[in-house]
């Protein structure tokens, strides 16, 4: 069953307590200074945005099929069964080619150290292995991060939304953008007025690249015999050509 | 022997100035990390390193591919005399480019790792194998140049009886990674300005690539007959800016047709930054491939010069607003590129034209009679030492 995240910013009451659990999970310092950054970055995996007198949680989407694992690559990004989204440091080059692919702008590098690495987000992939919730939703007092079995929480969401149409925006985030993700979003407001981001296809992103990648045995198979024949009809005529071949 | 030019004391006080920034931006580099010498962040995470030195690097080396193609393959044997400064640049580009990978990368100690650990649904890691492939090729065609310096017949002998599948190899090398450039930038149809962004940026950056590599290939004996003393090759550099008009026009020609089928012109009117970089990219190609369709411009060297010129900032300008100004907007961020990063450019461009001309100094790239035997290129020279043998 994968997992995912329903994050209910009509429920949000802007506590931050998501943020300090995930410090403390990554072992990561959390205070006043870093509770009051208002974006994702290496030392901070989730944040809490405010826009007006409504929040919005950012972090790691944990497509369904992510991007940032397509292009990875040496593979230290993959999709796991469960749900999340995991990266292997040990593999990882530091291309920074899933910090540009990713539609989210979730990856966060860590640009001053001599050895980085990325991070992000990975949907606390070892506490759900062994059947616990996330930090971030055993944390949350409200009840507004949510962590369970993906499909219950679409259910749960679509019925939210269909028991108080007056209060919610009529959809789920998440659900089809970019193929869908596992972290789902309650808005009352229209998305992009709490920082979403709207213009994306329902599409995998995923399929942009492979659609050409797909081609390349056709076009080494092609290529072969289409210049390997224009070379052996032009150098026919040449003898010495022929004798050394075709130098 | 070569004749320096009376300005070479600037020259070299201009590239001692170059080195001398760039060794203190490597300082900054490898002391403090891409935070402390580079102004990317994590909305923002390539810059020129990756827009310039990699995506006009290899874009710019592809006069190798489209040079072997043509003189091996298509047996056009006519371009022979600019086939082995080319097939230089070509190797000497690469090397550069991955140069500037080892700046770029936060982890240039894992540079091998693609080759070991597969991702085959990525287009970087298609990239890399292509890459470090052709590099390998393009030195295994450039070694009968340093074979034939040093009277080496065996392994000459040896080198040309693998010669055309070896070609043929790095044409589809070539093919593969100047387009998966393109394909590279496929991903982020959210952010890349939809002047730039279509599912076909794979052929537009290999029939691009293949213009410029002609274009580059005047630029260089424009250069360096006029560094070495030699005479041009006036016929000939006139006959490949034909094709380069020819391959360019194509290019325009599917870029209008694309932009018409998808519905963007409307995009023109708008009085926005990507607007004005798009017309100067457009005008940058558009304006030489016309001037070069008339004989009166092709068979003046000056002219001749300036519209390869004006096709390769055409190029470079195409490549930095895909990889970069193309992206600023939907990615919500405007990155200036920081000084460490334009020394540590300047200084790979500046070794790169040092290193081309001292191996051109002392190793046999450029013929010395082709005039006289226009119809006799070096290859045949080689068959002969080797026949002899
Ligand atoms: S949100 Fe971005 S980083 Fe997270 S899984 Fe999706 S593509 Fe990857
Ligand atoms: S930065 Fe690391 S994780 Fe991201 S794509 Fe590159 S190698 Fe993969
Ligand atoms: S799922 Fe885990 S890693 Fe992700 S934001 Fe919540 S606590 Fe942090």
Not at chain 1, 54 to 70: D, T, W
Not at chain 1, 130 to 148: F, I, S
Not at chain 2, 152 to 177: D, E, F
Request: glycine share 8%; hydrophobic share 45%.
């Amino acid at each position: 069953m994968p997992k995912a995240i329903l994050y209910d910013s009509t429920l949000c009451i802007g506590c931050k307590a998501c943020e300090g659990a995930c410090a403390e999970r990554w072992g990561l310092p959390y205070n006043d200074r870093v509770a009051a950054e208002e974006r994702i970055s290496a030392h901070k995996l989730t944040a809490v945005e405010t826009h007006g007198d409504k929040f919005s949680r950012r972090l790691c989407m944990n497509c369904l099929q992510p991007a940032c694992a397509s292009v990875c690559p040496v593979g230290a990004l993959q999709k796991t069964a469960l749900g999340p989204v995991v990266y292997d440091a040990s593999r990882c080059m530091g291309c920074r080619y899933c910090m540009q692919a990713c539609p989210f702008q979730v990856p966060s590098y860590e640009w001053d150290k001599r050895l980085p690495k990325m991070r992000k987000c990975d949907m606390c992939f070892e506490r759900q292995s062994a059947g616990k919730l996330t930090a971030c939703a055993e944390a949350c007092p409200v009840g507004a991060t949510k962590n369970g079995n993906r499909e219950e929480l679409v259910a749960e969401a679509q019925q939210r939304i269909a028991e108080k149409p007056g209060q919610y925006y009529p959809k789920v985030y998440g659900l089809n953008e970019v193929g869908g993700t596992s972290v789902l979003y309650l808005s009352a407001v229209p998305f992009e007025q709490i920082g979403l981001r709207t213009n994306l296809p329902n599409e995998p992103l995923p399929e942009t690249t492979w659609r050409v990648l797909e081609l390349v045995p056709d076009i080494v198979s092609t290529g072969t015999v289409l210049l390997g024949g224009i070379w052996w009809i032009t150098n026919r005529r040449t003898e010495v050509a022929k004798k050394e071949g075709g130098r | 022997m070569p004749r320096k030019f009376p300005k070479i004391t600037v020259w070299r006080a201009i590239f001692a100035a170059i080195m001398l920034s760039g060794a203190y931006a490597t300082y900054l580099r490898v002391m403090y990390g891409l935070g402390g010498s580079t102004n990317l962040s994590d909305k923002f995470p390539w810059g020129i390193w990756i827009g310039f030195d990699v995506m006009c690097g290899v874009g710019l080396a592809a006069g190798g591919f489209t040079l072997v193609a043509m003189v091996h393959i298509f047996n056009v044997e006519q371009y022979k005399p600019v086939l082995r400064p080319a097939v230089l640049t070509a190797f000497l580009g690469y090397t550069l480019v991955v140069v500037g990978l080892l700046y770029d990368l936060g982890r240039p100690d894992r540079l091998w790792h693609p080759l070991v650990m597969w991702n085959p649904h990525s287009v970087m890691f298609e990239v890399a194998w292509c890459v470090t492939l052709y590099s390998t090729v393009l030195f295994l065609e450039f070694l009968p140049v340093v074979f034939e310096k040093f009277g080496l017949h065996k392994p000459l002998a040896w080198i040309h009886r693998i010669s055309v599948p070896l070609m043929i190899l790095g044409v589809l090398l070539s093919t593969l990674h100047q387009s998966s450039l393109g394909t590279l930038f496929l991903i982020v149809p959210e952010k890349l300005y939809p002047l730039w962004y279509t599912p076909i940026l794979p052929l537009l950056f290999y029939v691009s690539a293949i213009g410029v590599g002609l274009a580059m290939t005047i630029f260089e004996s424009w250069h360096s007959s006029r560094a070495f003393g030699r005479a041009l090759e006036l016929p000939l550099l006139a006959s490949m800016a034909r094709v380069l008009a020819v391959v360019m026009s194509v290019y325009l020609w599917i870029r209008f047709l694309d932009m018409s089928h998808r519905h963007v012109f409307g995009l023109l009117a708008r009085n926005r930054i990507e607007t004005w970089l798009f017309v100067l990219e457009i005008a940058l190609v558009a304006v030489p491939t016309v001037l070069l369709y008339q004989h009166r411009i092709r068979m003046q060297p000056g002219k001749l010069y300036a519209c390869a010129v004006m096709v390769v900032f055409g190029f470079i300008a195409n490549r930095l607003n895909v990889g970069i100004t193309g992206l600023e907007a939907g990615s919500g961020v405007h990155y200036v590129p920081r000084w460490s990063e334009v020394a540590i450019t300047l200084s790979i461009v500046a070794a790169g034209f040092a290193i081309f001309h001292t191996i051109a100094k002392y190793f046999p790239i450029f013929e010395p009679e082709m005039h006289a035997q226009p119809a006799r290129g070096m290859a045949e020279k080689e068959a002969d030492l080797v026949a002899i043998e």
